[in-house]
């Protein structure tokens, strides 16, 4: 009885282990997406260690202008611009875990913001 007792103590660690793995900074690499906008991300680390960024629009095909990308922690604040109307965007993303992230977005026109969800669809290797 006190091995199946030991093997479960064991067992039930190792899991928690595994399932608590922590997030970094560098889980923003990857291709995301959203069900809540047109947009698609992809994020990655140049042979510097600056995280880069490219955006675009799948409904026009519209590549957005990135500037302003800074990271600190699990946060990546970034300003976006559409060539097409001029219209400047800035973005706060959160990661939530390595799959996941929310974005608040606001406008250097609006007061009040948008939150959407992305999902991470193929990992950066």
Request: net charge negative; hydrophobic share 40%.
């Amino acid at each position: 009885m006190k091995k199946i007792f030991l093997i479960l103590l064991i067992s039930i660690s190792i899991l928690s282990r595994i399932s608590a793995q922590s997030i970094s900074s560098s889980d923003f690499a990857g291709h995301w997406t959203s069900s809540e906008t047109s947009v698609e991300m992809v994020i990655w680390s140049d042979d510097k260690g600056a995280y880069q960024m490219v955006c675009w629009d799948k409904s026009d095909a519209e590549v957005l202008e990135v500037s302003n990308l800074r990271v600190s922690n699990l946060t990546m604040t970034v300003t976006l611009k559409t060539n097409s109307t001029n219209f400047v965007i800035n973005c706060t993303l959160n990661l939530t875990d390595a799959y996941n992230m929310k974005e608040t977005i606001g406008s250097t026109t609006e007061t009040s913001s948008t939150t959407v969800s992305w999902k991470k669809i193929k990992c950066s290797e």
